[in-house]
């Protein structure tokens, strides 16, 4: 920006990205000129708005510089005024909306976000922006994400001033890790279920798995080495700090994560990595699997929210403090985030369910379908002992009137020290939360959103309450100190420390009072509960209208998953599956017949014993999938006929869903019986083990 933009305008322009200063006609003309200098010299012709449905993945329309001066007609110059940089009005009536846009009245507007770089990929500058209807609603996850960021600054700057009155702003900080498969292109392109869904519907397990844990421990193979390797410099070259590169547990999963950064930039940087990983790999003759589960029987990918709170004075609002004063902030934001997880968990669960992320959630490798926070024994104990004490015990004053915590130190260590939970969806691990129960295909918005919307409802909420406190007459330090003994107490059901795969946590849960619901589609009400409209309205995130059109979008997307994949098993069955099961039927039956042509009766008896016994199991397992597809098909007859979205997703959930696992059932039996020169489909041991 120093090299293209004069230093007035830098100075104003800084000022807008970094303290949300309005943003002029002028300075936008200013700053695309600036841009557009700097991208015709990296050979740019074309630029386009870069924004995020409320689809997965991005969406873009590409528009070349070139305009006519004056007349059309007349001679063409390459123009971009500060008008095109700042807002377009792409034809967008077939991006999911809900309902809050009907067709005729297509108009969408995006807008530019001065807070996120523009970027240039190959000849085309892509500017970063909300997208929004004609009357004001969000159609996409940044506009209400930018919504909470700013609401959670507001509001953890405030906290931030009972101890220390020079912030003036709270940063919100994400360092996500994307988990990820390769499979070969070759395979890939073998296999309709994993081109059409992302993921396998079919397919027995491979003798070997991940039994012995040797890859996760293994070198990283060659070509993937190579992948990430250019990956990792095509993510430079956008300023995307790659850090980690590892090999995951299943055969064929890694991770890749870069240094975490401020929360709108981290999720742009995300989805554009995650483009560039399906760009690289066709390069290297690899298909990258972004889906949650698209193998059974090894772990499914996540994509880890590291999630954290500092002020501009570089304070980390989560890092146990060096000094006594701020350990007393760093437990007033903890336990308040203990708070909004309480409140919110059946919410902060919607944030992070699709039809995909449920295959993995409550699996025997990830988070279970139920929301809990995991401490750790030291700050679990540091809790305890503040609940127990008093107030002139627990806050102390120093000469320099510095309120700090007068019950426990907390030790520096524990960043390193943190017991590692492996089980808990929402852990705290040292100087942060890490959100676990977030899926690799995810947009990380959606999950920020809910997270950062809670935590500063919360905050308002705790500031409320010790304000009360001290106008009536109590002093601030006992204040804060009741507060948040009361919020101790109160959060104790979402502490969870044990192991949150096994069965006895899902009775514990519930008594408990937590949510434990697993249907999708019942999930999203969560969304349009009293508590979460109220939270949602007095953070400014979303409006009711707002709330019901998303979901209709969350409900659709489920359905039309769904939809596909019963499509795609019901066709594979039919044009695979069963075709090779007779045909290799015949083939044994032949063997019968020419037995009894060559021996007596009871000889060719005897011998073709086995090949009957296989025939009978191939016939049974060939009707009984026949039977289960033609039940499927009729499931869907009846869930289309719906028309409420959110009843047909139901449908799909509870008569359609099911039919898949017994589909399978038989289909992978099969599998095993059949001749491996006739199976059609790349097997398990192929899609994971060749690299
Ligand atoms: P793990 O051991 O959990 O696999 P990784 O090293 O793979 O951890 O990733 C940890 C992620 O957390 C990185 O993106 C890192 O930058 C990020 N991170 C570290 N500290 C913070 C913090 N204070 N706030 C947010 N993210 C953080
Ligand atoms: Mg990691």
């Not at 990283?220 to 547990?249: D, F, L, S």
């Not at 501009?312 to 985030?337: A, C, S």
């Not at 400014?540 to 209208?545: C, D, E, I, L, T």
Request: net charge negative.
């Amino acid at each position: 920006m120093a090299k293209y933009l004069s230093k007035e305008t830098l100075k104003v322009f800084t000022n807008v990205i970094e303290k949300g200063m309005p943003l002029d006609r002028e300075l936008a003309n200013h700053v695309a000129a600036g841009m557009k200098m700097w991208a015709l010299e990296m050979g740019v012709t074309h630029y386009t708005h870069w924004f995020q449905p409320l689809t997965e993945g991005t969406a873009e329309k590409h528009d070349s510089f070139i305009e006519y001066v004056g007349a059309p007609g007349g001679s063409i110059i390459e123009e971009f005024s500060g008008k095109l940089l700042a807002q377009q009005e792409p034809d967008a009536s077939s991006f999911p909306n809900g309902g809050l846009r009907n067709t005729f009245e297509a108009r969408g507007y995006s807008a530019w976000d001065p807070s996120s770089p523009a970027f240039i990929v190959d000849d085309t500058l892509c500017i970063p922006t909300v997208f929004i209807s004609y009357t004001g609603e969000a159609l996409d996850y940044k506009t209400p994400l930018l919504k909470a960021l700013n609401a959670i600054n507001k509001a953890a700057t405030d906290v931030c001033h009972y101890f220390d009155p020079s912030v003036k702003k709270v940063f919100s900080f994400l360092g996500w890790e994307q988990e990820y498969f390769l499979v070969d292109e070759g395979l890939y392109a073998a296999r309709p279920d994993l081109l059409l869904t992302g993921r396998t519907l079919m397919g027995h397990e491979s003798a070997k798995n991940q039994q012995l844990e040797d890859h996760y421990f293994g070198a990283i193979p060659e070509r993937v080495q190579a992948y990430m390797k250019e990956i990792e410099y095509e993510a430079y070259k956008y300023g995307i700090p790659c850090k980690t590169r590892h090999n995951e547990v299943a055969p064929n999963q890694f991770e890749l994560a870069p240094i975490y950064s401020e929360t709108n930039l981290a999720v742009d940087q995300n989805l554009m990595i995650m483009s560039i990983m399906k760009r690289v790999a066709r390069k290297h003759g690899f298909r990258v699997l972004l889906h949650e589960k698209p193998f059974a029987g090894v772990n499914g990918s996540g994509k880890h929210c590291n999630w954290s709170l500092g002020t501009d004075t570089g304070v980390g609002l989560l890092t146990p403090g060096k000094t006594p004063e701020e350990n007393l902030q760093f437990v007033t934001f903890l336990v308040n985030i203990l708070m909004a997880v309480y409140k919110n968990d059946a919410l902060l669960k919607a944030s992070i369910m699709t039809a995909q992320n449920a295959h993995r959630l409550g699996a025997n490798e990830a988070p279970p379908a139920i929301i809990s926070a995991f401490l750790g024994s030291q700050l679990s104990a540091i809790l305890d002992k503040l609940e127990n004490s008093t107030s002139e015990e627990a806050i102390v004053l120093d000469s320099k009137k510095k309120m700090r915590l007068g019950v426990a130190l907390i030790p520096e260590v524990l960043v390193d020290n943190t017991d590692r939970n492996r089980t808990s969806p929402f852990a705290f691990t040292g100087n942060r939360f890490e959100f676990r129960a977030v899926g690799s295909s995810a947009n990380c918005s959606c999950a920020m959103i809910v997270l950062n919307s809670a935590v500063a409802a919360q905050l308002m909420e705790f500031k409320a309450d010790v304000d009360a406190r001290i106008a009536a007459g109590t002093s601030k330090e006992k204040a804060i100190f009741d507060v948040l003994k009361e919020y101790i107490k109160i959060t104790k059901p979402i502490r969870f420390d044990g192991n949150g795969y096994g069965e006895e946590w899902k009775v514990e849960a519930k008594k408990r009072g937590l949510d434990c619901e697993t249907s999708v589609p019942l999930i999203y009400d969560a969304y349009l509960a009293e508590k979460s409209v109220e939270m949602f309205k007095k953070v400014g995130v979303f409006n009711k209208k707002e709330l019901e059109a998303r979901n209709e979008v969350k409900w659709e997307m489920y359905t039309k998953k769904i939809q596909i994949e019963a499509r795609v098993l019901g066709d594979l069955v039919v044009n695979h599956i069963i075709p090779v099961a007779t045909r290799y039927k015949n083939l044994l039956l032949d063997n019968v017949y020419k037995l009894t042509q060559v021996y007596d009766k009871e000889m060719a008896l005897r011998l073709s014993a086995d090949d009957t016994v296989l025939i009978e199991e191939l016939s049974a397992r060939v009707s009984s999938v026949k039977k289960l597809v033609s039940d499927m098909v009729e499931a869907r007859r009846v869930a289309n006929r719906i028309t409420s979205e959110r009843e047909k997703a139901i449908a799909y959930h509870d008569t359609v869903v099911p039919l898949f696992e017994q589909i399978r059932k038989d289909v992978d039996n099969l599998e095993l019986i059949v001749d491996d020169e006739m199976w059609s489909l790349p097997k398990y041991r192929e899609l994971l083990f060749i690299r």
